[in-house]
């Protein structure tokens, strides 16, 4: 069974840090784009990062860059997510899926996974 599983979310404080991860089971991650994608409470899904299958490029929305880091051990088959400096506007449940390439579209990438709240505040 394919599955993407999200852990790592919680309760921070501004200016906190936390490490997402996302491992995968019944499919090697290396073969894929991975992204991260986040949705707040009445607010569209939005893609925060993204490494990609090829070269392990690495891409970031312009909310997060310098912030957040994106990186993938393949031995575990998980990819993972530190995000630093964490704001209460970084507040969302965040997500990771597979896809074709980092410039795909969202509406491309899929095995989703159920999410992982992330709260941002003091």
């Known amino acids: 069974q394919v599955q993407l599983v999200e852990s790592g979310g919680g309760l921070v404080q501004p200016g906190g840090s936390l490490r997402l991860s996302c491992a995968a089971s019944?499919?090697?991650?290396?073969?894929?784009?991975i992204g991260w994608f986040r949705q707040a409470p009445g607010k569209e899904r939005e893609g925060v990062s993204c490494i990609s299958s090829s070269d392990d490029s690495t891409y970031y929305a312009d909310s997060v860059k310098g912030r957040f880091t994106i990186s993938r051990d393949n031995d575990k088959n998980t990819v993972y997510l530190q995000m630093n400096s964490l704001k209460p506007e970084d507040t969302a449940v965040y997500y990771c899926?597979?896809?074709?390439?980092?410039?795909?579209?969202?509406?491309?990438?899929?095995?989703w996974g159920q999410g992982t709240q992330v709260t941002v505040s003091s």
């Open positions: 019944g499919f090697t991650l290396d073969y894929y784009a």
């Open positions: 899926a597979t896809g074709p390439r980092c410039t795909s579209p969202g509406g491309d990438f899929g095995s």
